[in-house]
């Protein structure tokens, strides 16, 4: 697909591994953007591939921010821009899911408690890539990590993904969003509404991540549209609180969770009754968010 806006904000070459679904994401996110942005960045896969000193991929002001700290930044900016009197550029966050569901939560509390004209995008690769494929907030349920190994006794994470959209939502959040490295085109338009909103604003990527899956690096887009395909990770829209879209619409079948889940290196030592409890999960979902 031609698009003019390809590597207008984010140059090709970055440094991450081949076929990363968080790169394929954020070029999505790259095109649903305009020149009146300006992007406060964690640190994680995403800052650290693409700003290798002395260069930078980014096309628009960019500002590097700590693991823990970009929400506040992003208030910052916020700030002066409204003390120069400037309506027209808005302010982005781009954070992993560490960066988000962990570590930063306290200050995205604050900017969200606030109200802010901020568009927040978490790029969610189920865990710490950046260092080393260590567990997260979002790292599901059997999942092997670094730090949650299978094994013997262990069946890796026990612990189930943090609901984020349910914190957004509980703050009053105005646009939330859900998707995926499989859905390129609805990064984009997704993006693109949370550009209009006036207020704060979340949306949430699903990234397959070659080593912390275990994937082949020509799979990442595949494990994307696998992921929706089987409601473990549904496309998801809510605007002031109201659902109102959703990929698990009347008559929706889901593919089984196995098809999933046995494709991931991460997920290989999982036994039939635990894929049955993930199986539990997406039905779970498509009890919550069908439409
Ligand atoms: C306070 C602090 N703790 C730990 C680190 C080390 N660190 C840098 S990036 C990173 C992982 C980032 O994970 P995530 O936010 O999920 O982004 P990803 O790399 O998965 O895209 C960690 C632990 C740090 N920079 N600062």
Redesign the pocket.
């Given at each position: 697909m031609k698009n003019s806006n390809e590597n207008k904000f984010l140059s090709p070459g970055h440094n991450a591994c081949a076929g990363c679904g968080?790169l394929s994401a954020a070029q999505a996110v790259m095109r649903g953007l305009n020149e009146n942005i300006i992007i406060a960045n964690?640190?994680?896969?995403?800052e650290?591939t693409t700003t290798a000193y002395p260069q930078s991929a980014w096309g628009l002001p960019w500002i590097h921010s700590?693991?823990?700290n970009a929400a506040a930044v992003a208030s910052g900016i916020l700030a002066s821009l409204k003390q120069k009197g400037d309506k027209k550029t808005k302010v982005v966050v781009q954070?992993?899911?560490?960066?988000?569901f962990d570590?930063g939560l306290g200050l995205i509390s604050g900017m969200w408690e606030r109200g802010e004209n901020i568009l927040y995008i978490c790029?969610d690769?189920e865990?710490?890539?950046?260092?080393g494929i260590?567990a997260?907030g979002?790292t599901p349920y059997g999942a092997s990590t670094t730090t949650t190994p299978d094994g013997s006794a262990s069946i890796g994470s026990t612990q189930g993904k943090k609901d984020m959209l349910a914190i957004a939502l509980a703050h009053g959040v105005k646009y939330v969003a859900q998707t995926t490295t499989g859905f390129p085109d609805d990064i984009t338009n997704k993006v693109k509404k949370a550009l209009s909103v006036e207020g704060p604003s979340y949306i949430q990527i699903l990234?397959p991540?070659i080593p912390?899956w275990k994937i082949n690096n020509d799979q990442a887009v595949m494990m994307g549209k696998s992921a929706v395909q089987t409601a473990l990770y549904p496309l998801l829209e809510y605007s002031d609180g109201q659902l109102i879209s959703s990929s698990l619409k009347k008559g929706f079948q889901a593919r089984p969770a196995g098809e999933y889940l046995k494709n991931q290196g991460r997920f290989k030592h999982l036994k039939d009754k635990d894929i049955s409890l993930i199986e539990k999960l997406a039905q779970a979902n498509i009890d919550k968010y069908k439409i």
């Open positions: 968080q964690a640190t994680g896969c995403l650290v700590l693991f823990e954070a992993g899911d560490g960066g988000t570590i790029y690769t865990a710490y890539s950046n260092t260590q997260s979002s990234c991540c912390g």
